[in-house]
């Protein structure tokens, strides 16, 4: 399965919504996520579009304006987030879609069910893990990172 850039650009942007949301009460400009994550604005504002519609995220409007997640970090799931801007497959035939026809070669292909067993374990696991456990794994190894050591610094002529 290769995730699209706009899958990918919508699970950057809603972390970082929520990282610096201040626990979802300051409301952040599309214009700071775009630069914080090196995503065009323009671009982020069709994904933000889709993800309004999804319920995902609220808008705020006025000069402190912004967007804001629409449930707490700990209830967004990131298969939510992706499979709302676009279909979760790894292949065609096994599309969940509702505009795609169902595969011909359903009933006699082999590889059918391996096909879907696959599909179904990425979205299951996709849907264990959600914008509040990346962040705090995030933290958790910032935490854990050692001070650079300047050069020479503890080090013994030999």
């Known amino acids: ?10 699970v950057r942007a809603l972390i970082d919504l ?4 201040d626990d979802n009460s300051v409301p952040i400009s599309l214009k700071d996520i775009a630069a914080r994550e090196s995503i065009s604005l323009h671009y982020l504002e069709q994904i933000f579009f889709i993800l309004k519609k999804a319920g995902i995220v609220r808008s705020l409007r006025g000069p402190n304006g ?9 209830e ?25 026809k169902e595969c011909g070669r359903r009933s006699t292909c082999l590889a059918f069910d391996m096909w879907n ?8 696991f996709l849907n264990s893990i959600t914008i509040e456990d990346v962040i705090s794994e995030y933290k958790q190894k910032q935490k854990h990172k050692l001070p650079k050591k300047t050069a020479g610094a503890g080090t013994k002529n030999c």
């Open 76 to 100: 967004i799931l990131i298969g939510d987030i992706i499979s709302s801007v676009e279909p979760i497959e790894i292949i065609s035939c096994i599309s969940k879609s509702k505009n795609k």
């Open 117 to 124: 067993s696959i599909s179904n374990k990425i979205t299951e």
């Open 66 to 74: 912004g967007y804001l997640l629409n449930k707490k970090p700990s």
């Open 18 to 21: 929520s990282y610096n949301s």
């Open 1 to 10: 399965m290769k995730l699209s850039s706009k899958g990918q650009y919508a």
